[in-house]
């Protein structure tokens, strides 16, 4: 009675999942729909597949699904279009549907896949035609090389426009760059332009002259004419002239002094000369300025070489200055893109890439597809594979293999891919385990140690199934004697006649996110096509 129970509930859950499809014989490229039927309560949560489950056969189309209510429950059917562009019989893998927290799956179905007759009393024949070199995709690199070089020109423009340009110069600057005497006199030209007499604004007239006068004894006699007192600056030309470091005349000196001690007596509004005597005056600090500078010694031949080399220090100065600025920029520039870069990509990822990590290369180059051995292992990686010499093993009359191989053991990525074919007289079982000792004991032989072997089966998308042992070890570095951590998978699948062994063994640096992307990425391009499909 249990039993019967026991049975009547998993019909009951199985027929919960129905699939059907439209016909199982179609002609090479035509379309088989696919119907996955389920039936579930209204609160279940139901995952249909997705993506190529139905390998052999390729899916080139998934509908929405449709939904109708029964009764208490809800009718689903998910419809698939699928085809196969090789001929023969296949098998529809059972699908796997998720209802809730359960799993169901469908029966696998057989399907046949017809040529199409050709009728060559119609369409003409022709030769086969000769293989064609494929060249490989051309690098980008002039590209990046081209922006390179933009930036770098767009940078050095910036920086000469800022830096190293001879910048126009102000009125300001061109007036600062005169020498003493000519600042001095043209001073007195714009004060003749200004309408301060006209205005009787006798104060900022004597202001601007007093200062003009002052301006010019601080830079060719007296350092502190500017800040001295009136009394103090007199005493200090009298010294000067008195020690014969000027040649200059009492009645300039008392000239100097008169029109300093009025323009002190005006600022302080005890005394208000009339206009005329304010022109005279200014006619005066003219005639004064041209006495002092006659009076001023010729400069020795010691000090012209001083001022010489004062000139040229200065000149270092600047141009040490001018270098100090572009370097700080450029150095700045390069922080701020580097870290710019760096907050959007990683920062790892854009140091590699200044750097030029040899992995980040091969996991963002052209990656190549290619097929290998007899019957051919289909497989995408970032070179292509270098077939190897194996004469010791072809010697044999019952053992005949393969073997394509990039990089070796002491690299951060290698793999190799062998088929090994068994003739029928030699009556030679393939045992997996022992495959797997082989392998592990090549490793070892290479100069691999403390490996750790796990093992668990490995379907490819194609739906072949095998072997993956895995693990991690010790491995050889290019530096002797020295060891890394590292990581190495190895693929094993046999033909049903075991006549035929097909291996991908990889081994990498597991410390290296970029060979572990390479890695995924070639276990998942994995294929094996059957001899007889091809």
Request: charged letters at 30%; proline letters at 3%; hydrophobic letters at 40%.
């Amino acid at each position: 009675m249990f039993s019967m129970l026991f049975f009547l509930c998993v019909f009951v859950a199985s027929a919960q999942v129905t699939s059907s499809i439209d016909t199982t014989k179609i002609r090479i490229g035509e379309q088989i729909t696919y119907k996955i039927q389920v039936e579930a309560d209204s609160m279940d949560l139901v995952v249909f597949p997705e993506g190529q489950t139905f390998q052999p056969l390729e899916m080139i189309e998934s509908y929405k699904v449709d939904t109708t209510k029964n009764k208490a429950n809800f009718q689903l059917i998910k419809t698939y279009g699928l085809t196969q562009f090789d001929s023969g019989g296949f098998t529809i893998p059972k699908q796997k549907v998720i209802i809730g927290d359960k799993a169901f799956f469908t029966d696998s179905m057989r399907v046949e896949v017809n040529m199409i007759k050709v009728d060559t009393t119609v369409q003409n024949l022709y030769d086969i035609k000769p293989m064609i070199k494929v060249e490989k995709a051309s690098s980008q690199w002039w590209k990046y090389l081209l922006i390179g070089i933009l930036i770098a020109i767009l940078i050095g423009f910036v920086l000469w426009w800022f830096i190293w340009r001879k910048k126009p110069l102000t009125e300001e600057e061109e007036i600062a760059l005169l020498p003493p005497y000519d600042r001095a006199k043209l001073a007195l030209q714009k004060l003749d332009t200004s309408d301060y007499l006209q205005r009787a604004e006798l104060k900022d007239y004597y202001s601007e002259l007093t200062f003009i006068i002052r301006k010019y004894l601080d830079e060719k006699v007296y350092d502190r004419a500017l800040e001295s007192t009136t009394d103090e600056l007199i005493k200090r030309l009298n010294l000067l002239r008195d020690a014969n470091k000027i040649e200059l005349s009492t009645t300039d000196i008392n000239n100097i002094e008169t029109i300093l001690k009025r323009a002190d007596l005006v600022k302080f509004a005890k005394s208000a000369p009339d206009v005329e005597l304010a022109r005279v005056d200014r006619s005066t600090i003219d005639l004064e300025i041209d006495q002092v500078r006659d009076a001023l010694p010729d400069l020795t031949e010691e000090e012209k070489l001083q001022n010489k080399q004062y000139q040229e220090e200065q000149d270092r100065k600047r141009k040490q200055e001018k270098i100090f600025l572009t370097v700080s920029a450029a150095l700045l520039i390069l922080i701020g893109t580097y870290v710019g870069f760096g907050l959007k990509y990683g920062f790892q990822y854009v140091t590699d890439t200044i750097l030029g990590s040899e992995t980040k290369v091969l996991l963002e180059g052209d990656w190549v597809q290619s097929d290998y051995g007899i019957p051919p292992v289909t497989i995408s990686t970032p070179e292509v594979l270098e077939r190897v010499d194996l004469k010791a093993i072809d010697t044999l009359q019952s053992v005949k293999r393969t073997a394509f191989i990039y990089g070796t053991l002491d690299s951060s990525f290698s793999i190799n891919v062998s088929t090994t074919r068994f003739s029928p007289e030699a009556n030679q079982d393939i045992e997996v385990q022992a495959t797997v000792e082989e392998t592990i004991q090549a490793f070892e032989k290479n100069g691999a140690r403390n490996l750790i072997v796990k093992q668990e089966q490995f379907i490819t998308p194609n739906a072949a199934a095998g072997v993956k042992i895995y693990g991690t070890g010790e491995f050889p570095t290019r530096v002797k004697d020295d060891f890394r951590t590292g990581s190495y998978a190895i693929l094993i699948f046999i033909s049903d006649d075991k006549s035929i062994m097909q291996k991908v063994a990889l081994a990498w640096d597991s410390e290296d996110e970029y060979t572990n992307q390479i890695v995924d990425r070639v276990l998942n391009s994995v294929e094996l096509t059957k001899e007889e499909q091809k």
